[in-house]
């Protein structure tokens, strides 16, 4: 048994070769620790697909020569764009309300807090941390 943790990723289409799934983000995957991987496809028909041959296979099956790009989800990146949403909120002239401009509360609201304290990057956000009467505000 390996300590490594399984790796996501988005299936991002630029060209929609076969006129089914679209461009954008049509797909949500994930590289188990063993290599193996698995896309479930997120259009009008949901469906989940296993590649028992990971990132490859995936690549061979789904890539259409380019049209369509495989980007890992960096934990630590995502970290950093939820406490980017919840920055002040700055106004016009560089003033500033205090607030934060994601969800309004003062800054730093609870989800910044959560979102730059030091733990593990791949943890939930629970709205009993750092508060022992499990209130948020």
Do not use: Q
Request: one cysteine or more; a negative charge; hydrophobic letters at 35%.
């Amino acid at each position: 048994m390996t300590d490594k943790k399984p790796t996501l990723f988005a299936v991002i289409r630029d060209t929609d070769v076969s006129g089914v799934s679209g461009t954008g983000k049509v797909a949500e995957g994930v590289i188990f620790s063993d290599g193996e991987a698995a896309i479930h496809w997120t259009g009008t028909w949901p469906t989940t697909t296993p590649h028992p041959g990971g990132i490859a296979s995936i690549k061979a099956v789904h890539g259409h020569g380019g049209a369509t790009r495989i980007v890992l989800d960096d934990p630590a990146h995502r970290l950093a764009r939820i406490a980017e949403a919840h920055s002040k909120n700055v106004m016009d002239g560089g003033l500033t309300d205090g607030d934060c401009t994601e969800c309004g509360h003062p800054h730093p609201c609870p989800t910044y807090v959560w979102a730059t304290t030091d733990r593990d990057v791949l943890a939930t956000w629970d709205p009993a941390d750092g508060d022992e009467s499990g209130d948020a505000s």
